[in-house]
């Protein structure tokens, strides 16, 4: 089993930045690689980013490649999330999934999930 808690979601103005975190906890060592997905009210939760837990690039969603930077820090069992130059339709409430398949970008593939954070961007 594999635990994940999220933090650093709150209200922010359009153009800043926020950083969030998911605390890794359990079974590390079953995990391949760590994602972040959001959902906004009313809408599907989308893929956002993904990277391997062993390290590598991040692979992006088009519509926060640029801004957004995922990245893991296996010392401290953290992945984290910045997000840059945030927008109004960046609203949403923020997940943090594991896998341990593969690097995967479909919500179902993922076998563990946090409980989520609110991110809110003011316009």
């Known amino acids: 089993q594999v635990q994940l808690v999220e933090s650093g979601g709150g209200l922010v103005q359009a153009g800043g930045s926020l950083r969030l975190s998911c605390a890794v906890s359990?079974?590390?060592?079953?995990?391949?690689?760590m994602g972040w997905f959001r959902q906004a009210p009313g809408k599907e939760r989308e893929f956002v980013a993904v990277?391997?837990?062993?390290?590598?690039?991040?692979r992006y969603a088009n519509s926060v490649k640029g801004r957004f930077t995922i990245s893991r820090d296996n010392d401290k069992n953290t992945a984290y999330l910045q997000m840059n130059t945030l927008k109004p339709e960046d609203t949403a409430v923020y997940y943090c999934?594991?896998?341990?398949?593969?690097?995967?970008?479909?919500?179902?593939?993922?076998?563990?999930w946090g409980q989520g954070t609110q991110v809110t961007v003011s316009s």
């Open positions: 999934a594991a896998t341990s398949t593969g690097t995967r970008y479909v919500r179902a593939e993922y076998d563990y």
């Open positions: 359990g079974r590390t060592d079953s995990m391949y690689a």
């Open positions: 990277i391997r837990w062993s390290g590598g690039s991040g």
